[in-house]
């Protein structure tokens, strides 16, 4: 069991930066994988960057480029940089945290970009 806690979420201009962070009140060494989702009004939780436990990145083609994930094993972190940020970007992003089958989300933290 592990409790996952975002932050850093807010509102940009297009073309701005923001960097999540996502602390976990336990040792994420066992995950396999941490990831960012996120999920817009309407819309499917989609996947947006994933880090493997030996640093493996994974970023569909709408992120890639502009986003950059990070984990920490040591201080049980998981950062998102996401850069020149679109509107389309705008969403719930949601940290989550992966052993096997099982999987952990956090509450999630709002990114609202503005044209």
């Known amino acids: 069991q592990v409790q996952l806690m975002e932050s850093g979420g807010g509102s940009v201009q297009a073309g701005g930066s923001l960097r999540l962070s996502c602390a976990a009140d336990?040792?994420?060494?066992?995950?396999?994988?941490m990831a960012w989702y996120r999920q817009a009004p309407g819309k499917q939780r989609e996947l947006v960057a994933q880090?493997?436990?030996?640093?493996?990145?994974n970023y569909p083609d709408s992120v890639k480029g502009r986003f950059s994930v990070s984990r920490s094993n040591a201080e049980n972190t998981v950062s998102l940089q996401m850069n020149s940020l679109k509107p389309e970007d705008t969403a719930v992003y949601f940290c989550?945290?992966?052993?096997?089958?099982?999987?952990?989300w956090g509450q999630g933290t709002q990114v609202t970009v503005s044209s």
């Open positions: 989550n945290a992966r052993r096997g089958t099982y999987d952990f």
């Open positions: 880090v493997t436990l030996v640093g493996t990145t």
């Open positions: 336990a040792s994420i060494s066992s995950f396999n994988s």
